[in-house]
């Protein structure tokens, strides 16, 4: 040792350690200290709480001393530590700054002085009190390997210290107080640099034999110098980051502020204000438009880029200036290009091909489509949707189409106001700005599910859109400028009316699409579905091939819904299949799908050939649904003579109801007239169902049915021919209209039901069926249920029938 370094080490201070030769008590007071243990000639603030140990200070205050044991107990509230948790070897140290101590004893430093060990207890609870001895260090402190282990600690703690900043300072310390070859408190002081748990640290304390100490402390060393690297990597990668994100930022602030000197480019503001203006010069909005969008320009250019007013005016500008004002596309009048659009795209619908044809004819007569707004009605899959996308494309338009089902909020409408944050406009508004034109087709889908909630009534909303008096100046909230819908073409479509607003349907033009017949359901699928299956599932059509009579068995056995997406669903079944068949053989084989092919593919027929059910007190009904036309089977039967009596079941609405009612009363006034016993009602408890009970079923136009089945129960005399009927009956006897003729005669051809009795308000509407329909069909027509009972019980009148 230099004698510089001897005269630092030997200078007196308070933190100074002890030598050697210190004498110190041979008994001490314990504390525990639940985080790391102390080490000798450490010297750093120790935190109490004074209500659990202000005794034991007070205690080692009166010794006069000042030295006190500080023992790691780890895991453990120092309130709650017992004798045996105490380890066997700890720390001594000396408390310094008692005047401090007086005034917040929470607190006091502790120089580490020596090793100890515990010998004896001398008191059984707090101030624990103990007899102590003072091991020495084993080893040679003069020995090579001793000095060895002493300089590699040294080297590891150097290569610290370019890794953390606070090694530094701590080393600064260490060498003030110490001197540095004291390899024992070398080796304390490296251990208590480190960032090792507790329980490692209490090991090296417990290490008597100073070159085995040396050694431990060294591998903390080394991990701790992992752990700095890797910590520090970890840091250079985040801040790596930030700076080229700040650089970046820095460099872009600076090309900005160099363009604007050079003129290259404008600040952002000037940037938006030509960008809209050079919009604007492209369109021909009216002159309020432009008025309005020059002042919203005006206040543009005054507002500060960063306030939120800026960012309102400017996506506000950004809307008005990207709607199409008097931008149209040119439409094209060609009725015969419309016919053949119409028929590639669509087998059957005959008669709606035909009326949309009127209506492209009138427009192509005046020079111009506009003020029309036409509802597509009719179940699922009948082609409604794809019906709309054909009209547009024979017009030479651009379509757009959105869903009303489940829409609630007229904000969807009409827009939001631009007081609320994140207002939007409206969905005809977003049509307009999307495709660019002013006179669009646009299909609306699915209007009779739009609903209502506390956000208001999307259907009222509809009502200026679809209005052509109003729809010149349909007025958006968000924009609050008047815009022109007059030149658009709306499609809506439906699959019933009684859900659409009365206001509503009387602003529409209603086309009624009916369900299709067999022979449509062939084409459609020949034509249609099976090409779009094969390019959709990449098969090209050599390879897989299905004849009409797989086709046939197909739409009889599994699809005999109104539309045609089951069809298609079955179709794709078969697809599937039959490239699973090709995966597991040869990939190019040739496939045919014959009619015996089909019962594997698709499994059990749905549907079988079943008969009209007949019988005494056997019905055939003719009903409409939003799926379509069905045959409804009204039975009725005597349960018992005991009393007299009328049941209902199968799940019938109101109306139902009263048809039965009705038709019941009238039968029972009139038996003497229908052949039938007068006294068979009195004491006849009669049960009429309509089978499918589950489902619920309405409408006006089962009362000559249910009456039938009445009469046929009355006279113990069965239907002997397949027969089925519609019409609403009186209580008088006659015979009311009923709507859904055709989805009515379609039902009945499906169900190989040729005879048929409808009321005579509807031959009109039978008389305008396609003739494909009518033939072989037989109906006929009644005023009044006499006439009703006289085609069916009479077997051979045939008198007012039409073929």
Known sequence: MSDEQEAKAGQGSQAAPAVAD????????????????????????????????????????????????????????????????????????????????????????????????????????????VQVEYPRSQGDRESDEIKAYAMALIKAIKE????????????????????????????DFSAALTTASGEDLQEILETLPLQSRMEKVLGLLRREREVAELQGKISEQVNEKVSKQQREFFLREQLKVIQKELGISKDDRTSDAELFRERLAALDPPEPVAQRIEDELHKLG????????????RNYLDWATSLPWGVYSEDQLDLGHAQQVLDAEHDGLEDVKARI????????????????????????????????????????????????????????????????????????VQALKEVKVANPVIMLDEIDKIGASYQGDPASALLEVLDPEQNT????????????????????????????????????????????????????????????????????????????????????SYCREAGVRNLEKQLARIMRKSIRRLMDGDRSAKLRVGKKDIEDLLGKPVYTQERPQRGVGLATGLAWTAMGGATLAIESSQVHTLNRGFKLTGKLGDVMKESAEIAYSHVVAHLKDYGCDRD????????????????????????????????????????????????????????????????????????????????????????????????????????????????????????????
């Not at 609050?480 to 859900?499: E, K, M």
């Not at 033009?509 to 299709?516: F, I």
């Open 22 to 129: 210190e004498v110190l008590p041979d008994t001490i007071y314990l504390m525990p200290v639940p985080n790391r243990p102390f080490f000798p000639g450490q010297v750093q603030p120790v935190a109490i709480n004074p209500e659990e140990w202000g005794e034991t200070l007070k205690a080692v205050g009166r010794s006069g001393s000042g030295v006190v044991g500080l023992a790691f107990v780890p895991g453990i509230a120092p309130g709650d530590v017992e004798q045996r948790q105490f380890p066997e070897l700890g720390c001594a140290v000396r408390l310094h700054k008692p005047q401090s101590m007086a005034e917040n004893p929470a607190h006091f430093l502790a120089q580490g002085l020596k090793r100890f060990r515990i010998v004896r207890w001398l008191t059984d609870e707090a101030p624990w009190l």
């Open 160 to 187: 610290l210290l370019p890794l953390n900043p606070l090694y530094s300072e701590e080393l600064k310390q260490y060498l003030a107080n110490f001197n540095p070859n004291q390899p024992s408190l070398l080796a």
């Open 302 to 313: 005054v507002l500060e880029t960063g306030s939120p007013e800026y960012g309102v005016t």
């Open 357 to 428: 044809l009127e209506f492209l004819a009138v427009g192509a007569f005046r020079g111009r489509i506009a003020g029309s707004i036409l509802l597509l009605v009719g179940p699922p899959g009948v082609g409604k949707t794809s019906i709309g996308r054909s009209v547009a494309e024979a017009l030479g338009r651009e379509f757009y189409r959105f869903s009303l089902g489940g829409m609630r909020d007229e904000a969807e409408i009409k827009g939001h106001r631009r007081t609320y944050i994140g207002a939007m406009p409206g969905k005809f």
């Open 473 to 556: 100046g349909f007025l958006d909230h968000y924009l609050d400028l008047r815009v022109d819908l007059s030149q658009v073409l709306f499609i809506c479509t439906a699959n019933q009316l009684d859900t659409i607003p009365g206001p509503l349907l009387d602003r529409m033009e209603v086309l009624r699409l009916a369900g299709y017949v067999a022979e449509e359901k062939l084409a459609i699928a020949k034509h249609h579905l099976w090409p779009k299956q094969l390019e959709r599932h990449g098969l090209p059509p050599e390879q897989l091939k299905i004849n009409d009579a797989a086709l046939k068995v197909v739409i009889e």
């Open 680 to 803: 068979f009602f009195d004491m006849a408890m009669v049960h009429l169902h309509v089978p499918e009970g589950a489902t619920p079923k309405d409408g006006p136009s089962a009362g000559i049915t249910m009456a039938t089945a009445l009469v046929s129960l009355a006279r113990r005399e069965r239907i002997r021919r397949p027969l089925a009927m519609t019409g609403e009956l009186t209580l008088t006897g006659q015979v009311l209209a009923v709507g859904g003729i055709r989805e009515k005669i379609i039902a009945a051809r499906r169900s190989r039901i040729f005879e048929v009795i409808l009321p005579q308000a509807n031959k009109r509407d039978y008389e305008e069926l396609p003739d494909y329909l009518r033939q072989g069909m037989t109906a006929h027509f009644a005023r009044s249920y006499r006439e009703v009972f006289e085609y069916v019980f009479s077997a051979h009148r045939r008198d007012g029938a039409l073929h």
